[in-house]
């Protein structure tokens, strides 16, 4: 366990942390930067586990870079409060694969104050759920090759910055990409400059009305492909 925590806390500094293993687990009890004001990395792989209770930062401030990715099997994280990929001038990197899982609580920020946010999520049997906003103002979002999302509430192209959302591709085992997206709202071009792309078979439900017109749409422009 661990209260408050910094990977890569100092300008100049690099810090780097894997959670390896099924029995192995990181319990963040507040919130968690990672690339503070340095640069850092967390992995969490091979059935490995991360909950934090607070918020997550990764790419903090001015020139830093940071990087949180969960793989495979059995990987998962549990982020109780809000995820933000990308702030103030930094560089922020998000990625689910290769059959991990991540579950957000609160809402989502990529590419914000000037920063550029890079989220993945992709693989078979790879989901992340949003349980609030996601918020895309420069940056991309792509999920690919079978993998799953849910998010609540999204909104593409906030801010004044250009957002892409990429939903494509079909795993090896004929499952779609799917993206069920805007329960409450979906939003491309909120406030700034917003790009939806679906390719190759990927799949987006704009809300929770699945047989409704629009959804059907979506699925043979695609699909068909």
């Keep these: 366990m661990s209260g408050l925590m910094r990977i890569g806390s100092n300008a100049g500094s690099s810090g780097a942390v894997t959670v390896e293993g099924s029995s192995s687990l990181l319990h963040v009890l507040t919130d968690l930067f990672v690339a503070n004001a340095g640069t850092g990395t967390l992995t969490i792989s091979s059935g490995g586990g991360a909950i934090i209770d607070g918020h997550v ?61 890079t989220v993945l999520v992709t693989g078979t049997d790879t989901s992340w759920d949003v349980g609030g906003t996601y918020k895309g103002e420069t940056g991309t979002f792509t999920l690919a090759d079978g993998a799953m999302a849910f998010v609540t509430d999204i909104q593409i192209g906030t801010g004044t ?44 439900f704009p809300d929770d009305r699945i047989g409704h017109s629009i959804v059907n749409s979506f699925y043979i422009s695609t699909y068909n492909r």
């Design 57 to 117: 930062s990764i790419g903090e401030l001015n020139g830093t870079t940071g990087l949180m990715l969960v793989t495979g099997t059995g990987s998962q994280t549990t982020i109780g409060g809000n995820l933000y990929v990308g702030k103030d001038l930094a560089n922020g990197f998000f990625t689910v694969s290769n059959g991990g899982y991540a579950l957000v609580y609160g809402d989502i920020e990529v590419g914000t104050g000037g920063g550029v946010g």
């Design 161 to 204: 910055g250009t957002h892409t959302v990429v939903v494509t591709g079909v795993n090896a085992s004929g499952s779609n990409s799917i993206l069920m997206a805007g329960i409450t709202r979906c939003s491309i071009g909120e406030t700034g400059h917003g790009v939806l792309t679906i390719s190759e078979g990927g799949i987006v």
